[in-house]
């Protein structure tokens, strides 16, 4: 069996550890790129969400990626959820905040208001919507 020096031994040590930790310094050091630049999150009844089928209430569901905080919302069969005249809301979570949103679609019976922005509580650029028309956001 071969020996190496302690001396040998400490520099392939060094040379390892530079080596790691230039490797792990770089596998953060850049920001995540992909090859799509936009893609379209549908809530709809194909994914109802699940927070309650007897009365009002508040959760979060996760689809494509986001986190949705439902509150004072409701299972609706048919539907992606009910949200109580007034003072249901359907949001995204603050730890998946949505960026450079281009448009929305929203088909809903009743009345509904957009707010944007990094608080959209209570009236944030407030917009009322119509039911199946596109809204498009200009920056």
């Not at 071969?2 to 392939?12: D, M, V």
């Not at 930790?21 to 009844?45: I, K, M, R």
């Given at each position: 069996m071969a020996h190496i020096s302690k001396k040998a031994f400490l520099?392939?040590?060094?040379?390892?550890?530079?080596?790691?930790?230039?490797?792990?310094?770089n596998q953060f050091a850049h920001p995540v790129t992909g090859e799509?630049?936009?893609?379209?999150?549908?809530?709809?009844?194909?994914?109802p969400a699940?927070?309650?089928?007897?009365?009002?209430?508040?959760g979060s569901e996760n689809y494509r990626y986001i986190t949705f905080d439902y509150a004072n919302a409701m299972d609706s069969s048919g539907y992606h959820?009910?949200?109580?005249a007034t003072t249901g809301t359907l949001s995204n979570n603050a730890s998946t905040q949505i960026t450079s949103i281009t448009?929305?679609?929203?088909?809903?019976?009743?009345?509904?208001?957009?707010?944007?922005g990094d608080i959209a509580l209570p009236?944030?650029?407030s917009q009322?919507?119509?039911?199946?028309?596109?809204?498009?956001?200009t920056s």
């Amino acid at each position: 069996m071969a020996h190496i020096s302690k001396k040998a031994f400490l520099f392939l040590n060094l040379v390892f550890f530079v080596c790691l930790a230039l490797f792990a310094s770089n596998q953060f050091a850049h920001p995540v790129t992909g090859e799509t630049t936009s893609y379209t999150v549908t809530l709809d009844s194909t994914n109802p969400a699940t927070i309650s089928t007897s009365s009002y209430g508040n959760g979060s569901e996760n689809y494509r990626y986001i986190t949705f905080d439902y509150a004072n919302a409701m299972d609706s069969s048919g539907y992606h959820t009910r949200l109580k005249a007034t003072t249901g809301t359907l949001s995204n979570n603050a730890s998946t905040q949505i960026t450079s949103i281009t448009k929305i679609t929203a088909v809903f019976s009743g009345a509904l208001t957009l707010t944007t922005g990094d608080i959209a509580l209570p009236t944030t650029n407030s917009q009322p919507l119509s039911s199946g028309v596109q809204v498009t956001f200009t920056s």
